[in-house]
């Protein structure tokens, strides 16, 4: 157990909907970090939370945002949804900036299917 | 601009051979941290090993160990006398130390089939 956990595990939803991807870091973690997981593009950053501020951007669509809270659990929200944003979604969190070195743990992830 | 480029991707190998997965990498940064993740087919991603850019000494983890070699820009890994739990997706990843926060940059993964 990675001690980062992720709801839900699974999500069936059709196109042109929107849902919201939930995280909850390891305790203490301050940044969190959103993956994308797809067949024909492998593993991608789509964004960076630290300490509730966004850090850095990746390949993230505008139809996607993200926020972190006071808490520092974290929400992926993915809006007009395609048949092709079909994939698994990780969050990972870490200990920060400045801590480049300390290891990313990633949750089980979301395995989103728009039908 | 950072890559890591694993180009095996698909190995298959019996029970009890050993087995070597290749990792490459680019980076202009002169610190950085190298990162090896296990995917199961449950599909969560495992945490293996982090190695720091400024240490070149080998890990060894029972039947895992890994070789860092700064002067090709590798980081293999090694299992020994693999086991069909060892089956699942295995992927390299690079992080830069930034103090404005470090995305991890992975690579496209190589499957590996422990057959019985």
């Known amino acids: 157990d990675s001690g980062v956990t992720q709801t839900p595990k699974h999500l069936i939803t059709a196109t042109g909907q929107r849902v919201t991807l939930r995280c909850s870091p390891r305790s203490g973690d301050l940044s969190v970090y959103w993956y994308q997981q797809s067949l024909d593009q492998g593993l991608q950053f789509l964004i960076q939370?630290?300490?509730?501020?966004?850090?850095a951007k990746g390949n993230i669509l505008e139809r996607f945002s993200a926020q972190q809270f006071p808490d520092l659990h974290s929400e992926l929200n993915l809006s007009s949804l395609e048949l092709g944003d079909s994939a698994l979604y990780f969050c990972a969190s870490s200990a920060g900036p400045g801590t480049g070195g300390t290891e990313a743990f990633f949750g089980q992830g979301t395995r989103l299917t728009v039908v | 601009a950072q890559k890591v480029t694993q180009a095996q991707t698909e190995i298959s190998v019996v029970e009890k051979e050993d087995v070597t997965l290749d990792c490459v990498y680019e980076t202009r940064d002169t610190t950085y941290y190298l990162f090896w993740y296990k995917q199961p087919p449950s599909g969560e991603l495992v945490f293996l090993i982090r190695?720091?850019?400024?240490?070149?000494q080998n890990e060894i983890s029972g039947r895992y160990s890994w070789n860092f070699q700064k002067s090709t820009s590798s980081f293999n890994f090694t299992i020994t006398a693999s086991q069909v739990v060892d089956s699942a997706v295995y992927f390299c990843a690079l992080r830069p130390r930034e103090t404005s926060g470090s995305r991890l940059t992975f690579g496209e993964g190589t499957q590996l089939t422990v057959n019985p």
């Open positions: 939370y630290y300490n509730g501020e966004e850090r």
């Open positions: 190695r720091n850019s400024f240490d070149e």
